[in-house]
């Protein structure tokens, strides 16, 4: 990879890093929203709820957890893989 290929890549990711940027308070909030309005979501189920790809939903919810908005509800349901998902309800 010559210098001037390397430079494109780097410029192109941060491109995509500032759109993803960009998005992820308006999908953060949307998320929450989700989550408010239910007795409880998964990851999954909130992502399938807005048609959103599971991996940018994923770390918004981890998000809304660092920020005291929703909490771990000490249930879980099995995600789209099978696995055991948390399920998360909102911090009143």
């Known amino acids: ?11 192109t990711s941060r491109a995509a890093a500032a759109g993803i940027t960009d998005g992820a308070p308006m999908l ?3 998320a929450l929203r989700m989550v ?6 998964t990851a999954d189920e909130v992502a399938a709820a807005l048609g959103v790809s599971i991996l940018s939903i994923r770390p918004r ?5 660092h920020r005291g908005q929703i909490r771990d509800s000490g249930s ?5 893989s099978g696995k055991s998902a948390i399920v998360w309800i909102a911090v009143i």
Not at 1 to 11: H, K, P, V, W
Not at 61 to 65: N, P, R, V, Y
């Open 76 to 80: 879980r349901r099995r995600n789209v």
């Open 28 to 30: 953060r909030a949307k």
């Open 1 to 11: 990879m010559t210098d001037s290929t390397a430079d494109r890549a780097r410029d």
């Open 61 to 65: 919810m981890t998000e809304l957890a």
């Open 36 to 41: 408010r309005s239910s007795s409880g979501m």
